[in-house]
C-alpha cells in the first residue's frame, strides 16, 4: 500500500509559480506511472500531467509550455512546477500512482491518490 501526500498548494496571484509536491510513503521505484490531476468546482476531474517510470511526460493543453511534471525517484517524490498560472487552474490538484501501468492517462488506471492540496489564482 502506497500513501501520496501532496504539498505546496496556496493563492497566489495570475502570472505567478507554484510548486506542487507528492511524498510517496513507500518507493516509487515500485510504481510506475504517476500523475497529477486537478478538480474545480462543479466540473469533472481531469488529467494535468503524466510522467512514466522512465521520465516520458504528458500534459494536458491547457498546461503546456506552463506546467512541469518531474520525479525523483531516490526521494520517493512527485513534483509539478507551475508557471504563468491563470484564475482558471484554480482547483484541487491531486497526485495518483499507478502500480501496473507504465504511462496513464485515465484515472481508473491509478491506484493510489492523495488528498489534494488547494491551488487558488487570483486575478
Known amino acids: 500500500q502506497v500513501q501520496l501526500v501532496e504539498s505546496g498548494g496556496g493563492l497566489v496571484q495570475a502570472g505567478g509559480s507554484l510548486r506542487l509536491s507528492c511524498a510517496a510513503s513507500a518507493s516509487i521505484f515500485s510504481i510506475n506511472a504517476m500523475g497529477w490531476y486537478r478538480q474545480a468546482p462543479g466540473k469533472e476531474r481531469e488529467l494535468v500531467a503524466a510522467?512514466?517510470?522512465?521520465?516520458?511526460?504528458y500534459y494536458a493543453d491547457s498546461v503546456k509550455g506552463r506546467f512541469t511534471i518531474s520525479r525523483d525517484n531516490a526521494k520517493n517524490t512527485l513534483y509539478l512546477q507551475m508557471r504563468s498560472l491563470k484564475p482558471e487552474d484554480t482547483a484541487m490538484y491531486y497526485c495518483?500512482?499507478?502500480?501496473?501501468?507504465?504511462?496513464?492517462?485515465?484515472?481508473?488506471?491509478?491506484?493510489?491518490w492523495g488528498q489534494g492540496t488547494q491551488v487558488t489564482v487570483s486575478s
Open positions: 495518483a500512482a499507478s502500480s501496473d501501468y507504465d504511462v496513464a492517462l485515465a484515472s481508473n488506471e491509478y491506484d493510489y
Open positions: 510522467i512514466s517510470s522512465g521520465g516520458r511526460t
